[in-house]
Each structure stands twice: as structure tokens, then as C-alpha cells.
């Protein structure tokens, strides 16, 4: 593996074949229970179908943590464990109506955002809090463009004001923590 493709989950990853096979998919699935986890701190706003979680920042930061494969396997598994029934979406809904509803795009566009924030993680976007600040706000993009298209098919000419404009000032908090975190970690890691 080159310098460019060393992610936090890259650290510690065992060389045998198995091992790192077993070790790649327990943090697949470790990635898609914390976005879950992180998607039960739900909040309905009564004039949007757009709920608040903390869902993004557990994208990005997995995204950015396990790179771009790892990430973006680890949403489709949240995606495909949502879909089967188990209750992991937002405030513990499930299921393909779910999935095909209003936030069905933002779903999708996960698994955009952590490939892409875990693509620029493997060329040490991470490093500085400048560059992670702009890797956090291009997966940020991918969700609200795959979100707010199909939301458009919901809610028409009110999608900005449905699914962007209330969410922007908590995005931007939850950007600023990811940014800062990951520099933060890998100076923490070079003092050890």
C-alpha cells in the first residue's frame, strides 16, 4: 500500500489475509452501527419530513476513518440492514417505504459521501484542519445533492427551504468537529 491510501484504519490493520479480512469487516459493520447509533438522536422539524441527527458527521467520519472501500461498503450495509427491517434509520424507522420516501436520496448519498471523504482521507486530506474542512464539506455536497433531487419529487419548488436551509448552521457545527478531530487524532498518533 502506498503512503496516499493510509487512513486511521489502515494503522493497525493485520497483514495475514484473514486477519485483515476479518479486521476490514468488522469495521464495516462497526461503520454502518455507528451511523445507526448516531441516527437515533433524531429530531422532527413539524414543517419538514427531514429530520436532525447526527447521521452526517458519523458518514463523514467514517468515510474519512475507514476510507473510501471500507466507507462506502459500510453505508451500503447500513443502507441493506435498513432495508431488511432492522430498525436503523432515523428514530428507528426501516424498510424500502422508508427508504423510497423523502430522505431516501440523502440515504443513497452516503455511501457517496463516505467514498468521496475516504477517497480524499487516502490522499491525507485529514491531516491539516483546512484540508479536512474541505474534504467533510465535498462529502457534505454529495449528500445534499442525492438528497434534495429526490426530495425535489416530494416536496417541489419548497426543497431548498425543506431540506437545506434549516440543516446548514448544524451541518457547518458538525463539519468544524470532524475537521478538527482528525488532524487532532493523527497528531496523537505521531506522539505515540
Do not use: C
Amino acid at each position: 500500500m502506498d503512503r496516499h491510501a493510509i487512513t486511521y484504519a489502515d494503522v493497525l490493520r493485520p497483514t495475514a489475509r484473514w486477519s485483515a479480512l476479518a479486521y476490514d469487516a468488522t469495521l464495516i459493520l462497526g461503520g454502518s452501527l455507528f451511523v445507526a447509533l448516531a441516527a437515533q438522536a433524531a429530531v422532527r422539524l413539524p414543517f419538514s419530513p427531514v429530520p436532525v441527527t447526527a447521521q452526517t458527521l458519523a458518514v463523514l467520519l467514517v468515510g474519512a476513518l475507514l476510507g473510501s472501500r471500507r466507507g462506502a461498503l459500510s453505508m451500503l450495509a447500513y443502507l441493506g440492514q435498513g432495508l431488511i427491517g432492522l430498525p436503523l434509520f432515523a428514530a428507528g424507522a426501516s424498510g424500502p417505504a422508508y427508504a423510497l420516501g423523502p430522505t431516501g436520496g440523502y440515504l443513497v448519498g452516503f455511501i457517496a459521501a463516505a467514498y468521496l471523504t475516504g477517497w480524499l482521507a487516502e490522499r491525507d486530506w485529514d491531516r491539516g484542519i483546512g484540508t479536512a474542512l474541505l474534504a467533510m464539506l465535498v462529502g457534505n455536497v454529495a449528500i445534499y445533492a442525492l438528497g434534495l433531487s429526490w426530495l425535489s419529487i416530494y416536496v417541489g419548488a419548497q426543497t431548498f427551504a425543506l431540506g437545506l436551509l434549516p440543516y446548514l448552521a448544524g451541518d457547518a457545527l458538525k463539519l468544524a468537529l470532524a475537521a478538527a478531530a482528525l488532524p487532532a487524532g493523527w497528531r496523537l498518533l505521531r506522539s505515540l
